[in-house]
């Protein structure tokens, strides 16, 4: 099996998951071991998941590993029951695991999909596992409070390996040590990044994920070398990660689509605008905690475009039969949460240049925000 080729890094949680995987083979890397990297969702293409030495896989080996795993499906799909068949996540799960392994890289972080315990991705026999955070996201799948959500992520951890413990409640750490305890496994605690190590950007957010990333990543390798961990941490560069792009007006690129997500977001903007207003352009997912991400980001906001995602555009990105909430319907719950200068464009291409022509007036930034989706837009 492919994924037994390559040593493992399972990343788990509810926030978080993407920087994480991406700062701990980044980490690695820097450490003189090749590493690889599986996350989601993509923007463009799905080839964008998978990533070898910080890089895109090239499509030469994304459509070899693709093609691999296709010719298993049609075998699986045959003895399958009724109505049952792979799904799209098994099935590019696999093509990563194959073409990580193809690569010859000596460790894989695999960013978990959902959950964890019934993941397409615990199949790994990982090395270390972190939990980056716990959140009320997907209660309908992994259960009602922070613990059930939780006992569904920790399922991953393996027998006598290492537990990364990320910023969480006391009865989330209660049961990570039960859990670690019960697995004969190493537990590591992450409260923040020590001071003397500085990240390329100012968002407190990205300082919790660098330290579960680096204790991910000692974990692997032993011990660090400081000097190649404060490296990697001035190069950081993540995309939809408190992104600053610097145009006129400027753009801040953030992929929060969820209540801790967007609080996250919200305690890094002021100082990433520097006493500028900010004018949000936003779409959110219909199953998602509308009211939280808005009443979390309106105390910071000056004005707010509400727009959708073209229900297309989701299933090219891998989530067919998604949808957006109506521009109508997140324009209501702005106001509801406070925001007085509030418009609605159902056209995502249109909100943009709406959100830019009035940071432009006002001498602004714009934020796009609300889902991993929407940032697409911001380059057209």
């Keep these: ?22 700062m701990t083979a980044a980490l690695l890397e820097a450490h003189g071991v090749s590493a690889g990297a599986y996350v989601s969702p993509h923007e463009e293409r799905w080839s964008e998941r998978i990533q070898i030495g910080g890089a895109e896989i090239d499509s030469r080996r994304f459509a070899a590993a693709v093609e691999r795993v296709a010719q298993a499906v049609e075998a699986v799909d045959r003895g399958l029951g009724e109505g049952e068949s792979i799904t799209q996540f098994e099935a590019d799960t696999a093509a990563a695991f ?17 959950g964890g315990r019934l993941d397409a991705t615990n199949v790994l026999p990982s090395r270390a596992t972190a939990l980056t955070s716990i959140g009320l996201e997907h209660t309908q799948w992994l259960g009602d409070t922070e613990v059930e959500i939780a006992a569904e992520k920790l399922a991953v951890l393996r027998d006598h390996t290492t537990l990364v413990l990320g910023p969480v409640s006391e009865p989330v750490e209660l049961l990570a040590r039960r859990t670690a305890a019960e697995r004969h496994s190493a537990l590591v605690t992450v409260r923040d990044l020590a001071p003397q190590v500085e990240l390329a950007s100012p968002a407190p957010y990205l300082r919790r994920d660098f330290a579960v990333a680096l204790a991910a990543a000692e974990a692997v390798l032993g011990r660090l070398d400081p000097g190649a961990a404060t ?29 801790d997500g967007a609080r996250a977001l919200a305690e890094a903007l002021p100082a990433a605008a520097a006493g500028r207003e900010v004018i949000a352009c936003l779409a959110v997912l219909a199953d998602k905690d509308v009211a939280g991400v808005v009443g979390a980001l309106a105390p910071v906001l000056s004005g707010l475009v509400a727009t959708e995602i073209p229900t297309e555009r989701l299933a090219v990105a891998g989530r067919p039969g998604a949808r957006t909430l109506p521009a109508s319907a997140l324009a209501v719950a702005a106001r509801e949460a406070g925001l007085g200068r509030v418009e609605e464009e159902p056209d995502p291409a ?24 929407l940032l697409h837009y911001a380059g057209e």
Excluded at 98 to 114: D, M, N
Aim: proline share 4%; hydrophobic share 50%; net charge negative.
């Design 98 to 114: 194959v073409a990580l392994a193809a690569a010859g890289v000596e460790v894989g972080v695999i960013e978990a999909g959902l």
């Design 350 to 373: 249109a909100a943009m240049a709406r959100a830019r022509a009035e940071a432009r007036e006002r001498a602004g930034i714009v934020l796009v925000t609300g889902s991993h989706y």
């Design 1 to 22: 099996m492919p994924q037994h080729r390559f040593a493992s890094v399972h990343v788990v949680g509810t926030n978080g998951k993407t920087s994480v995987a991406q």
């Design 231 to 259: 490296g990697v941490a001035a190069a950081l560069d993540l995309h939809g990660r408190m992104e600053v792009i610097d145009t006129e007006p400027p753009l801040i690129l953030d992929a929060a689509h969820n209540p």
